[in-house]
């Protein structure tokens, strides 16, 4: 695996290739990382990887400066699954060499909803980056987790408005055998929180069995959702039922008809966010 840390090195390793497969990535590598890199293969060679923690989709209360480091065992996991050709790894001064005074502004129809309203800038952090690393690789395909549902959206939307000429594959959150999604911050979770924290897939499985059984009183579901996580210990943003096309709330003849939904949550356990989903 060749590990480039400028844009000049990226372009020199990946010239005249026309088929690469790309992860963006921000370091702190799991097996869900891991996952996106295998699947990548299937899509396209070479397998291009990155890993670059942005700053620009943190809030100023977030946790930029502690975010977890990891490049040394990062790129040790990586030579060790032999899927990745080349590795990415900028360092700021190299991606933003000016300050970034051109941002991608989202839509507020679905860039304000949901994590772009818990978190204010996200997504114009997200896709300013992406954006820029995709200008960078130029891959044929570039795949990404369904943990972040709203992101995966809100990117392929990006993609298909400015007419890049790269495919947005989707892959299924990769989650611990009690069924938590795999994610970077779950190493900030205590002994005590980590065995309560399944919980939160937990109320996203009971909420789906109850609309595949019938159950249209929407509001009703996601209020008795966030109130048994709150009385567990857990601060909710949101418990949301949404139609999958837009993220926009079902109408109850949408419902009725079975529209394909999606089940969303953010909440915190102490100082750590998680969030999951699940398709219904």
């Known amino acids: 695996m060749k590990v480039v840390h400028t844009v000049e090195e990226l372009r020199d390793q990946l010239r005249g290739q026309t088929r690469a497969a790309f992860v963006p990535t921000m370091g702190n590598l799991h097996a869900g990382h891991l996952a996106l890199m295998r699947t990548a293969r299937q899509y396209g060679d070479p397998v291009v990887a990155s890993i670059f923690v942005n700053r620009l989709q943190f809030g100023p209360n977030e946790d930029f400066e502690k975010y977890p480091r990891t490049l040394v065992d990062d790129i040790e996991k990586l030579e060790k699954e032999r899927n990745v050709y080349v590795l990415f790894a900028p360092d700021e001064r190299e991606l933003y060499p000016e300050p970034q005074k051109y941002r991608v502004q989202t839509p507020d129809e679905l860039g304000r909803i949901l994590e772009g309203e818990h978190r204010p800038g996200f997504f114009?952090?997200?896709?300013?980056?992406?954006?820029?690393?995709?200008?960078?690789?130029?891959?044929?395909?570039?795949?990404?987790?369904?943990?972040?549902?709203?992101?995966?959206?809100?990117?392929?939307?990006?993609?298909?408005?400015?007419?890049?000429?790269?495919?947005?594959?989707?892959?299924?959150?990769?989650?611990?055998?009690?069924?938590?999604?795999?994610?970077?911050?779950?190493?900030?979770?205590?002994?005590?929180?980590?065995?309560?924290?399944?919980?939160?897939?937990?109320?996203?499985?009971?909420?789906?069995?109850?609309?595949?059984?019938?159950?249209?009183?929407?509001?009703?579901?996601?209020?008795?959702?966030?109130?048994?996580?709150?009385?567990?210990?857990?601060?909710?943003?949101?418990?949301?039922?949404?139609?999958?096309?837009?993220?926009?709330?079902?109408?109850?003849?949408?419902?009725?008809r079975r529209e394909p939904l999606v089940i969303l949550t953010a909440a915190r356990l102490g100082a750590t966010r998680l969030i999951d989903n699940l398709e219904v």
């Open 124 to 256: 114009e952090g997200v896709c300013t980056v992406v954006l820029k690393l995709l200008s960078c690789v130029q891959p044929k395909v570039a795949v990404f987790g369904k943990k972040d549902y709203q992101q995966l959206m809100i990117v392929r939307s990006m993609c298909r408005q400015f007419q890049l000429p790269v495919e947005i594959v989707a892959h299924e959150t990769v989650r611990a055998d009690d069924g938590l999604a795999l994610s970077s911050r779950n190493v900030y979770l205590t002994s005590e929180q980590r065995a309560i924290a399944p919980m939160l897939f937990q109320s996203l499985q009971a909420t789906r069995q109850e609309l595949l059984a019938g159950c249209h009183d929407v509001s009703a579901l996601e209020a008795a959702s966030a109130q048994k996580l709150v009385s567990h210990g857990w601060d909710v943003d949101y418990f949301s039922v949404r139609r999958q096309r837009d993220l926009l709330a079902p109408t109850p003849d949408e419902l009725e």
